[in-house]
């Protein structure tokens, strides 16, 4: 059973802020341009089937991939976002251009020639952007969850000493007694070769490269694929799905708002980490 105590005060946040919107309805907060702004772009489908911009849709349209335009705005909670991570994501995720003026990534300085890189793809791939620091975040995050679900939980876990093999975490006696093994990756849809597989693609080679050596251990093992879009892949999402139920518990007095709660979180912290890379390369 985990925690209520943040989620409840959440909601209170909620309430506090409906009542902030009715006073001001021109409010330029997060929350407004969800139905004010947004709602329209991202069932609206660009171009033919085919384009950048239709599969960045698409993308965008999964389960779970606005749940952070959702998050009320929070300096006590950690969910305000600044206007300057706030204004790159906006341009990010509605496919204008965001690169500095110099054309130039500015962490591995190769030129930006094409619009697709000034939109971002190459920020996104970008190994000295923040690579490993946007997957840390999202670890951070999902650790955060099983600790609210009260799972005793150890990060950056050998299971395979001889192959120098380890996972991101470990939920101890997560399902029927078993522990579960968790690793995360952030793949950028667009760029990938398989397109639209990609998320499955990764999920397959992490259960070929971890699912063996956790069963050795007696544990199971479940891959977090995320897109950078907030897309996830099938198996990742029943796997979450699975670990804020926990976390929401069965006596909650308000189960449904503290599962969305818990899924704003996730979706906010992969929308901040993606963002700090932008800004690192872009800015």
């Given at each position: 059973m985990g925690s209520t105590s943040e989620p409840c005060l959440a909601l209170a946040h909620y309430h506090d802020f409906n009542a902030y919107i009715e006073i001001q309805p021109q409010s330029l907060e997060q929350h407004y341009w969800v139905h004010a702004k947004l709602s329209r772009l991202f069932h609206y489908n660009r171009g033919d089937d085919n384009s950048r911009d239709s599969f960045r849709m698409k993308l965008m349209r999964s389960d779970h991939a606005n749940d952070w335009l959702l998050i009320i705005p929070?300096?006590?909670?950690?969910?305000?976002?600044?206007?300057?991570?706030?204004?790159?994501?906006?341009?990010?995720?509605?496919?204008?251009?965001?690169?500095?003026?110099?054309?130039?990534c500015n962490c591995c300085h190769r030129s930006l020639l094409t619009l697709a890189d000034n939109a971002g793809d190459h920020a996104l791939c970008c190994i000295k952007a923040g690579y490993v620091r946007r997957h840390y975040l999202l670890c951070n995050e999902v650790r955060y969850l099983l600790t609210s679900a009260g799972i005793r939980n150890s990060s950056e876990v050998y299971v395979d000493h001889q192959r120098s093999l380890r996972v991101d975490l470990v939920a101890e006696q997560f399902d029927e007694g078993k522990s579960l093994c968790l690793d995360v990756q952030v793949t950028h849809s667009l760029t990938h070769r398989l397109g639209e597989a990609a998320l499955a693609e990764v999920e397959k080679q992490k259960s070929e490269k971890y699912l063996r050596a956790c069963h050795m251990l007696g544990m199971t093992f479940s891959p977090l694929a995320f897109d950078s879009f907030g897309s996830l892949g099938p198996h990742s999402l029943k796997t979450l799905q699975k670990i804020i139920a926990k976390a929401v518990g069965d006596d909650s007095p308000q189960p449904i708002q503290e599962a969305t709660y818990y899924w704003q979180r996730i979706s906010l912290a992969l929308a901040r980490a993606v963002c700090r890379q932008l800004v690192l390369s872009l800015n």
């Open positions: 929070s300096k006590q909670l950690g969910t305000l976002l600044t206007t300057i991570e706030f204004r790159y994501l906006l341009r990010f995720r509605l496919g204008l251009t965001i690169s500095s003026s110099t054309n130039q």
